[in-house]
């Protein structure tokens, strides 16, 4: 990171790679897993939303939260910290065991926004990112014994193709 760089992000303002926080604070777990659910992304710590920096005194104990909050996501979140100046940049690259979920849900970018999923939002997002099989789900449609019976899963587990 250079100064030209950070002043270019600081210009296009927050979007769906980019986040401003002016501290750290609760809601750095929510787009964390924001990110981590998406396709990754930065969080500028000692930003504010409009783009002035504010700047934050980057030390252990600050290093050692932002750490902290990512491990407590589930499944932890990986990031990158990368103190510039008086921002401290956390880079989260898109997770590889997705879904991630903060004490407060699921969260997904949509644009500058960090948006929770709702319970049906959280089953699609299981079956798009493979947590979910297709031959482990159930199919409440089928009647049982009425549809599927004895006979026809013996000759089924049984005829050759």
């Known amino acids: 990171m250079n100064q030209h760089e950070l002043d270019t992000i600081i ?3 927050e979007g769906y ?3 401003f ?3 750290v604070n609760s ?3 929510k787009e964390l897993v924001a990110f981590a659910n998406s396709s990754g992304g930065r969080v500028f710590i000692g ?3 409009n783009g002035t920096v504010t700047g934050v005194d980057i ?3 600050l290093l050692s939260r932002v750490q902290s909050i990512a491990s407590d996501c589930d499944p932890s979140v990986d990031i990158e910290l990368e103190p510039f100046n008086n921002v401290l940049i956390v880079s989260i690259a898109e997770g590889k065991n997705k879904p991630y979920r903060c ?3 699921f969260y997904i970018r949509n644009g500058p926004n960090s948006e929770k999923l709702s319970t049906e ?3 699609q997002f299981f079956k798009e990112e493979g947590a979910v099989k297709f031959d482990e789900m159930p199919r409440r449609e089928v009647k049982y014994p009425e549809e599927l019976n004895d006979f026809a899963i013996t000759r089924y587990n049984y005829c050759p193709l």
Do not use: F, P, V
């Open 27 to 29: 809601d750095l777990a």
């Open 21 to 23: 926080k002016r501290n």
């Open 17 to 19: 790679k980019t986040e």
């Open 103 to 105: 004490t407060n849900g």
């Open 121 to 123: 939002e959280i089953r």
């Open 47 to 49: 930003i504010e939303d």
């Open 59 to 61: 030390n252990n104990e």
């Open 11 to 13: 210009q296009s303002l």
